[in-house]
Structures are given as C-alpha cells and as structure tokens.
RNA sequence: GGCGGCAUAGCCAAGUGGCCUAAGGCGACGGUUUGCAAAACCGUUAUUCGUGGGUUCAAAUCCCACUGCCGCCUCCA
C-alpha cells in the first residue's frame, strides 16, 4: 500500500510523493521562546520525529527542520519586564526546548535555524515582493504585504477574506492597504533591537522567517511544513501568500495540522471544561513540570497513542493509563531478557531466524503472529501515519509472546531454540518500536536507583526466600505487603522474585 | 456574525461505504496459575457508533437537519 497523508491544502489524504525522488524535506513551525515551552509545544516535534523516522525506515532520505523565533515583539516585551536583553532569554528558553526534546527522544532533527541569523535574508525576500508590488512601506517604516496580490490568498484555510473582516479585525499599525495585509517589516523603536533595512531600522513580522529559512535549507518548492492546527490562519496562509508570490513556484506539496493539546480549565461559574493550553488563556502545563512527574517515554507514547490530527486532552488520569498499557510491553521485554540472559534493545529482530528457529506448532503460529503485527504495524502506519493504529499492534504482539512463554513453559524448562525464538520475538516489537522512537530502550524511572537500594533489595529479597522455604508465610508475606506499602512489588516468579517499582 | 473540526463501551481511543454482530489500552467481573499474592494467560464487559431523516443491494463510514463540544477569524505549537 502507498502511503498517504491528509493534506490541509486539498481537505483530502493523497499518495506521498515527494518533489525529489527519495528525498524529502520537512519544516515544522516551532517555538517563539518567550515563556518556557509547554506540552504543546513538543506534540509537533514527537509527531514529526516519529514521521521522519518512519520516512527514513522507508528509505528516504530526509531532511528535518525545526525553526526558533528569537525576535518578535513578545520576547521583546518579555524581556523588557524581567529587565534582561532579549538575546539572554531568547538563548536561556530555547536550551530549555532542546533539553524537553532529547528527553522526549526527538533526536532527528538536522538543523534548528533561528529568526536572528536570517536577517538579512528576510530583507532580500521583501525587497523580491516589493519590486512585484506585493509589499509596501508606510510612512512610519513597517512594511506590509498587499493580499490583493496574491491571487488565490486563502486557499489553505479555505476562506475568502472579505468574509472575515466585518467588524473583526482592527487596523493596528494604519496605514495598510486592506485589512488583512500582514507586517512583513516592523519600525523598531528608539530602545528595542532592531537590525538596518532599506525601509526602517526595525525587526522582521512574525511570517516571514518561516518563509525564508524553510525555503533557504529546503528549496522554494519542498514536501512537507507542519504545525498545530491554530497556524494555518494566518500564519501559514500568509507564508504560501509571501513565498509563492516571491518565486512564483508552489511553496509547500504537503501540510500536516496535528491537534491541539488540551487541557481542563476553570472557568468562571467554577466550572471545568477541556480548552486549548495557550500561553495567553494562562492555562499552560510547563513541559518541565510533565517531564518530573512522569518518565519521558511515557509522554512521547501517549502523545503517539491518539492520532496526530485529534486534539489530546492532558491530564493524570490519561497519562498514568498510558504508562500501565507501556508497562505491558515493557515488562514483556524485560522477561524475554530474563529468558535469554540477553539485550532485547540491543539487536533488530533477525528475520531469518524466526524461520529456522520454529519447530513446532506453536513456534510456527508465533512466526504467523508476528509477520502479520509487522504488516499491520507498517499498513496502519502508511495511512496518514495512524501511530495510535501501530501501537495496537505492539500490544497484540506482546499478547501474543507473552501467550508463547507460557503455552511452552519456557521459565520452567529450558528449551534454548524456543527462548531464542522468544527473544527474536521480542526483538520484532523493539525493533517495530523504534521506527517511531518507542520501547528504545529500558524505561528509566523519573528517580534512578542507588547501588545501595539494589543491595537492599537483594538482601531483602534473600531473607523472605528463606522464611518462605520455612514455610513461614505470615512473615514472608509481612515483608511482601510493607514493600508494597512503599510503592515496591515483588513478583514471585519461577526463576525467583523480581522488584519492580510502582 | 463568518469559516472549519469533532461526537465510537464506565473512561481513553482506532476504524471513515461491504473483511465491523467495531482494533488496542485503562478499569471491572469470572477462570487458569500461585502457599497466598503479583505478573502472565483464557473468557465476559458497544447487535452498536450524539439525535432525527435520507441515499444505497449494503452506512459508524455518504447527504440533509438538529443538539453538544472544540478551534480559527487578534498572539498562539
């Protein structure tokens, strides 16, 4: 099956096929670091991580970049009510992203660039829409794009403009043409930053570094600009506007909306109800904050367990569910590795064995289970990049290596081609797994353990096993139900007791 | 006021014309296993997809109306 991707642009999915046989180029809309990131503002990246590592699994070759906005009138704002330069701020909130992203395991993108080090670029693309006369200056030095220019303005977010403008808009700025024209170039004031132009010392409109950076790293014509849902009026509609009619060539092939996070709000009445997080609603979960409370990988599954065009509503409720249906697969990994003595993350899943490893009939509809969660894991995924299709099938894998260990008793008796089965089916999820950056590795926990609490453990562990052999099960299980009382659960299994935090 | 999206079991969530008497997860309830638990496995938990019409041999999926929620039209991932 081909893949498909719903396209914002044609309301419909339609066959991948980039520009550039083989190649692909991806721009995702990310932060304008004025206030610490939060959870919405990693959605997209997830999202577009795990595509790019699924386009790259399929062979492409595929570059992924993400821009940062470190000039625009709230960092500014910003920056003058902490009282520190805006370049300090801007540079101390976006090590913060970078340090949510590699946590989130968004380890794929090839370039971040930033507004500031475009500059001069901008200038160069507003002077091309200028000698179109498609950009204007006013008297006070702003620039403006004239949307009367661009014939088809409109055409992503599918509205006529006119429509839109009774009574809505106010004309700040004055001096525009139309209303909807939007500020390509804006005067910088006396104190505020502001770089040389031909029309003002002044700082790019919020638009254009999209326009131009994306183009400048991907080409004038590339595959595929994400962001969320609320940017593609105007923000987007206005980067086709000012980019198509600069090179008079398609600006962008595919545009992929995922939703927006919600999250429960007050509000007035006391009551609560499920609204977008928005830094201006004030309603933000800090991403910092999520990455305490719970292991990263556990958000990055939640975040891939809904598809990316639903909005995702946040809450403890949701991602503590998330995390018990993660531990199933994970504790299945964890017991194959006990099988076998071996990495499960360590090594693709060898195709070939599986083959030669099945003997008997139950070895051999354990080769079935897993070619066909392979091909349903991979069809799902190449509708609209359906990951919350995908993960389903990891868990009927894990179901059914879990049903495999216990059918042949493989803790019991060891049966060494069978427990290497067993790992190389445990192996097929990890490796399934990490075409979307999950089940990667073992899951950390948000606090490691100490040398000492192993230690401990282990002695605890050793003196229950010997009341137990004394039969002394009120003891034995004294010790069982205070661990437990401390968040610890043993597990009694047949190669011995294992613990594992709750 | 204009434009758009969504509504699937107790909860979360796939599926968007026939393979659906609808995946998967959480929860719940039985059973196997266990000294007892935990974990795992087996089984049960929506003849039905917001409501009402319509199209079709066939609809959760298409069309119309209605209701509710959300988003955009001003900054937003």
Known sequence: MAFRLYNTLTKQKENFEPVTPGKVGIYLCGPTVYKESHIGHVIGPVIFDALKKYLTYKGYQVKFVVNITDVDDKIINEAKRLGVPMKDLAEKLTAAYFDALDQLGVNSIDEFPRATEYIPKMIELIQRLAEKDAAYATETGDVYFDVTKCSNYGKLSHRKSDDQLEGSRELAGGGKRNAADFALWKAAGADEVGWDSPWSRGRPGWHIECSVMSMALLGETYDIHGGGMDLIFPHHENEIAQSETATCKPYVKYWLHNGLTRIQTKVAGGEWKNEKMSKSLGNIRPISELLEAYPPAVIRYFLLSTHYRRPIDFSDQALTDAQKGMMNIYRLLDRVNRLNGEDVYRYPCDVNSLTELAHTDEDHALREVLTAGQLKFLETLDDDFNTAGALAALHDLATAVNRYIDRRQLETKPDSDARTLAL??????????????????????????????????????????????????????????????????????????????M
């Open 424 to 501: 190389q089916a445990g192996r097929m999820i990890t490796t399934l797994g990490r075409i979307l950056g999950v089940f990667t590795e073992p899951l950390k926990s948000a606090d490691s353990d100490d040398e000492l609490t192993e230690k401990l453990m282990a002695l605890l562990i050793d003196l229950r096993a010997q009341v137990r052999k004394d039969k002394n099960f009120a003891l034995a299980d004294a010790i069982r139900d205070k661990l437990t009382a401390l968040g610890i659960a043993l597990e009694d299994r047949p190669e011995g007791t294992i613990w594992v935090k």
